[in-house]
């Protein structure tokens, strides 16, 4: 009795065996990767798996306008404001003359341009701490209304420190 369940035991082990060799496997293999910024100086998407790609304006059939796009940045600066500007002035085009659409890029709550001069963004109290900011990007409506056709563009933004106050030599 004891043979017969020994053998019963080690077929039933060796089928099971035989079922976790053949059995299906499958693999997936993915990229982690992290970026910490440097404690003084930082500017970074707050939801980074957009920055790199196109951003597609929603058109909105019922009204014939387009959306918005809206995101958050996370900003700080430990030893003054922060400043910026558009490298460009920002529009969409299909490369066809007279067929552009000019944006309106605020940041914060600030217009930017691409004036040489940058506009403050955040003031160095809000820097030193620290803060999540929104950038809206609006299109204008044309003259004209909008006209059919693929539209793109790109949209620069430059960042920097204010220079120093001055305030700090008495120190």
């Known amino acids: 009795m004891i043979k017969q369940c020994t053998a019963a035991l080690l077929a ?3 089928t099971l065996t035989a079922a976790v060799t053949w059995a ?7 990229e982690v990767s992290l970026t910490i910024p440097s404690r003084p ?8 798996d957009w920055i790199h790609r196109p951003q597609v304006l929603a058109w909105q059939h019922a009204t014939d306008s387009l959306g918005n796009l809206e995101k958050s940045f996370d900003m700080r600066h430990d030893s003054s404001a922060i400043e910026a500007r558009l490298a460009t002035e920002p529009f969409l085009d299909t490369g066809t003359t007279g067929e552009v ?4 890029v605020t940041f914060n709550d600030v217009v930017l ?3 040489i001069i940058p506009q403050q963004v955040l003031s160095e109290e809000e820097a030193a701490v620290g803060k999540r900011v929104l950038l809206k990007i609006e299109p204008i409506k044309p003259p004209g209304g909008y006209r059919p056709g693929h539209y793109s ?5 430059l960042f920097s420190a204010s220079a120093p106050n001055g305030n700090d030599a008495d120190a």
């Open 113 to 115: 341009s691409s004036h």
């Open 12 to 14: 039933v082990a060796a």
């Open 153 to 157: 563009g790109n949209v620069v933004l």
């Open 41 to 48: 100086f930082y500017i970074v998407p707050a939801q980074p």
């Open 101 to 104: 659409i000019e944006l309106r």
């Open 24 to 30: 299906a496997r499958e693999e997936h293999t993915f």
